[in-house]
């Protein structure tokens, strides 16, 4: 293999619907399939892939298959984060897609991160004693290859979103917190799953080096995160951040930075354009990259009124892939 395609694309609560319920299934693949076309991906990173279930079987990616029938990852391995019972979750499954030999794939949930601790504050009836802050998604890690006569290790994350976690006793209804207090502390809640799932890619990544100095890896996903917010910038580990040059083969090189400012955002919010969808490489892949794409022509404002799933059963994210030549 020479020329090589990766992408990384959140679908948004991809799944089947009711038959009295819209947008359908095959509503949303008419139109979400040429995306998948357009990807022209050798690897796909998916995120928010929800199960199907079927009498007598286990939880399966039924709609995802259907997705992706008719394209270049129709029949691919699909790799997918699952629950201890073998098939995989009802809701928002990570997913890696390829035709390319898998080598090895685990997925990691508190596991190289000890889960924090955390009494609330504003609980109604407070909190006797700390409670646990666990993360709803796993980490998916995928070894590859050979891509370019190299492994290649494919980390597909989905970091928690910032919309505060919530507190027993301070909601009025989904949207409705009862005091400002309370909704910064279901931030500050939000944050710590965030940064724990953001240091948890980090020392993986960190544990892949350590076996290999050598790796390449790619770290893919919807980061819910801006490219100069903390999440994102403790997985990079920057030397202007560590502060020790000896670090420089361990920096993740954000590939967007190679898409124009102005091309540069995988979703619409209150009219603005946010890059919460990121791919970070090992500085060693850079000697093969050709470049990248963010496929976001027909994005629409998902915070606007009347933004409905009915009017837009595309995903409110836009894909990203990065193109590489190892010939």
Do not use: C
Not at 15 to 28: G, I, V, W
Not at 53 to 69: F, N
Not at 304 to 324: G, I, L, N, Q
């Amino acid at each position: 293999m020479t020329a090589f395609r990766i992408a990384t694309f959140n679908l948004e609560n991809f799944d089947e619907t009711a038959p009295d319920q819209r947008p359908s299934l095959a509503e949303r693949i008419a139109l979400m399939r040429p995306q998948i076309l357009r990807l022209r991906a050798d690897v796909a990173l998916f995120q928010e892939v929800n199960g199907q279930e079927r009498p007598g079987r286990p939880r399966e990616l039924l709609a995802l298959r259907e997705l992706l029938a008719d394209t270049p990852l129709q029949g691919a391995t699909l790799i997918s984060t699952r629950p201890a019972d073998g098939g995989v979750y009802n809701e928002r499954n990570l997913v890696v897609a390829t035709h390319l030999p898998v080598r090895s794939h685990r997925q990691l949930r508190n596991d190289l991160v000890a889960t924090p601790s955390y009494k609330r504050l504003t609980a109604i009836p407070p909190d006797t004693t700390a409670i646990d802050i666990t993360v709803e998604r796993p980490i998916l890690h995928v070894e590859l290859g050979p891509v370019g006569g190299r492994a290649l290790h494919v980390v597909n994350v989905h970091l928690k979103s910032k919309l505060p976690t919530d507190i027993p006793g301070q909601k009025i209804d989904a949207h409705t917190w009862r005091s400002a207090d309370a909704a910064a502390e279901g931030a500050f809640i939000s944050s710590m799953k965030r940064m724990s799932q953001a240091l948890e890619v980090r020392r993986l990544v960190d544990e892949i080096l350590d076996a290999d100095p050598e790796a390449r890896i790619v770290v893919g996903g919807d980061f819910n995160a801006e490219p100069d917010e903390v999440p994102i910038t403790a997985i990079r580990g920057d030397v202007e951040d560590t502060g020790n040059g000896d670090l420089a083969g361990r920096v993740l090189v954000p590939i967007e930075h190679t898409i124009a400012a102005p091309a540069r955002y995988t979703l619409f919010h209150q009219g603005r354009g946010n890059m919460l969808d990121h791919m970070l490489i090992t500085r060693n892949l850079l000697a093969f990259y050709q470049g990248s794409e963010i496929h976001n022509e027909l994005l629409h404002d998902e915070s606007a009124a009347f933004a409905v799933d009915r009017k837009y059963p595309e995903s409110d994210h836009a894909p990203v892939v990065a193109t590489f030549d190892f010939g």
